[in-house]
């Protein structure tokens, strides 16, 4: 599959402490790639640089090449709300908006310019089914998102960066605050989303890696230890450190 996202030797400081020493991953069209490691190892470090998250924090350096399609992600002339619209992001916890479904999910198709009724409609019909949540909610359209279970908010938000037609979608651990119906329920969705999207998870649960993830990258205290398909990863890993992490015996 083709590269969508290349980053190469991403340094980041918070303050004078660096907590990314120069890591170089490509992220492909078409697949899940998995980003595991024990906690506080620089994973979601790593992937809120991808959209420029980390731009809200002061006092954040960031070093190294970003390119997303080819083009450079921190160039002084990128909108940054275009970008999070092609690059859109899921979090830990489910953070619908205080709204009803539908306005949660037309959120983003009402920043630009003003669009008919009849195309926001469909689009947000669209997302949900895409989310795998349309079924649960469809009668309850104009209901407050928040009175849903945890595991259907996080659906409806996976709908809300749907409508605007990402490419890529980073997910930040979606799947820890949930249920474990809810979880296999968020994993059958993620597999048919990459038949359309390009998605890089964070993970804790190796497991989660294993089932869903085409590629899989181990971090450990801010490097990357190993990265590679999934199968091969995990039945061969190259390094030690790698064979001792994915069989518990650290982390
Ligand atoms: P992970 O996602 O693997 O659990 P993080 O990326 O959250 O790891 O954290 C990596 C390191 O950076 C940790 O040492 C963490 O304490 C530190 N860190 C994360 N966010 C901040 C922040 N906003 N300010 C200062 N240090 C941070």
Redesign the pocket.
């Known amino acids: 599959m083709a590269e969508i996202i290349s980053t190469e030797d991403v340094h980041l400081y918070?303050?004078k402490?660096e907590?990314?020493h120069g890591i170089s991953m490509n992220f492909h069209e078409n697949e899940i790639t998995a980003?595991i490691?024990?906690?506080?190892?620089?994973?979601?470090?790593?992937?809120?640089c991808i959209n420029r998250m980390?731009d809200l924090?002061e006092?954040?350096t960031i070093t190294g090449s970003f390119t997303f399609e080819n083009q450079d992600i921190y160039a002084p002339n990128v909108d940054v709300v275009d970008l999070r619209k092609k690059v859109g992001m899921v979090f830990q916890q489910p953070n619908p908006f205080p709204f009803s479904v539908y306005d949660n999910v037309a959120y983003g198709l009402r920043l630009g310019k003003k669009q008919p009724k009849d195309f926001i409609d469909q689009r947000v019909e669209e997302s949900l089914k895409q989310a795998a949540v349309w079924d649960e909610v469809k009668d309850d359209l104009h209901k407050s998102a928040l009175a849903f279970s945890g595991g259907q908010q996080q659906r409806i938000c996976i709908a809300r960066v749907l409508a605007v037609h990402p490419k890529v979608i980073l997910m930040?651990?979606p799947t820890s605050a949930l249920d474990p119906i809810s979880s296999s329920k968020i994993e059958d969705t993620l597999l048919k989303l990459k038949n359309d999207y390009s998605i890089i998870i964070?993970t804790?649960n190796m497991q989660q890696a294993s089932r869903i993830s085409d590629r899989t990258a181990l971090?450990l205290n801010?490097d990357l230890i190993e990265y590679n398909r999934t199968e091969e990863m995990f039945l061969r890993p190259k390094e030690k450190i790698t064979d001792d992490y994915l069989n518990g015996r650290f982390g």
């Not at 490691?37 to 809120?48: A, D, E, Q, V």
């Open positions: 918070y303050g402490k907590a990314l980003l490691g024990p906690s506080g190892c620089g994973k979601s470090t790593y992937l809120r980390n924090l006092d954040v930040d651990e964070v804790h971090l801010g």
